[in-house]
């Protein structure tokens, strides 16, 4: 079986075609500036150089139809004809209270990621135009939503609500959600087959940290608690956003500087963060190369950075009782061994130990623990397509 991975942002549209038997990419690319002047596709078959496709792309459903040609095209095509697309699976940003796992989509589900656009409202609306394109283009193929939310909805009530009104909560949803939950899924099934138990008999936390971070408490398969939020605002300190802060700040600067509250979600989002802090950048590499040359402010933001990460790793152990694994995951939880050594280096009390030298080591799912460590140090890089892919098929091939 082949399975379509769509993943649809307002004006662009990412793909990946997997072949399930091989578990292999057979071809991805990006769909950029959709309905915007100068919109272009980049198609990478596998194992070839990409495409670059210059064509006018007015809406999603002109995406999909020029993304099907770009994969059964004679030059630089993967499969002969659309045909052997078995089902597409969709990137659901929230999924809020409805959806607690994966489901095949129909005119209910639409419905259900219709009434989440309050909570998303940058991303649903376009996941959903994602979606209706594909039923344009691929008429009677099966669709699958896989929502960022999901994995979370095992939280208990103590984990998810806010010490605010209750009525908050009952009129407006207004709780924790949790994102990235499909990497933390993807990464926790990951680390339960390296150290060869069920998932169901190991404490785990797993930390997704790239542009955006996010961490999770795993207790024996479900997630008990998540550092963000209502929205992928909350939790550790990110490229650009704060993380967590007294609310009060938010009230006081807003006074300060005279800013409504769309200017400053856009501070909180957009300028905070280590890009903030440093002055810098949002990249880790930058701060990295920065830091090295001396630069005090990306060492206080990456300090800062890596001391939050820290927080919620010893508060997690702390509410499942211990821990067995902690996973590192995404752009700086896979490539950056200073960030594991700083996150790892003040809790050999619970047992973690990291082998320096393994540390160092790149490339694929490796464990990293010294060997006399109690609690396992795993780096597994994350694939979101693939788990996505893997729920599409367990749903449509019932
Ligand atoms: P993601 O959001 O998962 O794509 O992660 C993006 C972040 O990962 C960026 O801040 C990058 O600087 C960081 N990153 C990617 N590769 C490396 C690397 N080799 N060393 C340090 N940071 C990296």
Do not use: W
């Amino acid at each position: 079986m082949k399975i379509l991975v769509i993943n649809a942002g307002s004006s662009s549209l990412k793909y990946q075609l997997i072949d399930m038997e091989q578990k292999l990419v057979m071809a991805k690319g990006l769909c950029e500036r959709i309905g915007i002047d100068g919109s272009r596709l980049k198609h990478t078959p596998a194992g070839k150089d990409t495409v670059v496709i210059d064509s006018a792309m007015p809406t999603h459903a002109d995406a999909i139809t020029l993304v099907i040609d770009a994969l059964v095209s004679p030059e630089h095509g993967v499969i002969a004809s659309m045909d052997e697309i078995g089902a597409v699976g969709h990137r659901v940003v929230h999924g809020g209270e409805s959806f607690s796992e994966s489901v095949v989509i129909d005119e209910k589900v639409k419905a259900g990621i219709r009434e989440c656009i309050d909570l998303a409202p940058l991303h649903n609306p376009a996941n959903l135009i994602g979606i209706e394109a594909c039923e344009k283009v691929m008429p009677g193929v099966p669709q699958v939503a896989v929502f960022d939310t999901a994995f979370h909805q095992t939280m208990p009530a103590q984990a998810y609500l806010y010490g605010l009104p209750y009525e908050y909560y009952q009129t407006y949803k207004v709780r924790r959600y949790g994102f990235h939950g499909t990497s933390h899924k993807y990464v926790s099934q990951r680390a339960a087959e390296m150290l060869g138990k069920p998932l169901s008999e190991l404490r785990i936390i797993t930390c997704h940290l790239g542009n955006g971070s996010s961490v999770a408490a795993i207790d024996h398969g479900k997630v008990v608690d998540t550092s963000m939020g209502l929205t992928p605002l909350a939790g550790v300190i990110m490229g650009t956003r704060c993380g967590d802060i007294d609310p009060a700040i938010v009230t006081f600067m807003m006074e300060k500087e005279g800013l409504d509250p769309k200017a400053m979600d856009n501070v909180m989002n957009k300028q905070s963060g280590v890009l903030g802090i440093s002055g810098i950048s949002s990249d880790f590499r930058d701060l990295l190369a920065a830091a090295d040359e001396g630069n005090e402010r990306a060492k206080t933001a990456l300090d800062m950075f890596f001391y939050t990460v820290k927080k919620f790793v010893g508060s997690y152990a702390a509410v499942m009782g211990g821990v067995d694994a902690i996973v590192f995951t995404a752009g700086v939880g896979e490539n950056n061994a200073p960030c594991r050594a700083a996150v790892t280096s003040t809790l050999g009390y619970m047992g973690v130990a990291i082998d320096p030298e393994l540390n160092q080591q790149r490339g694929g799912d490796r464990d990293i623990s010294a060997p006399d460590a109690k609690v396992r140090t795993l780096v597994i890089p994350t694939d979101e397509e693939m788990m996505i892919a893997l729920d599409t098929q367990r749903l449509t091939s019932k």
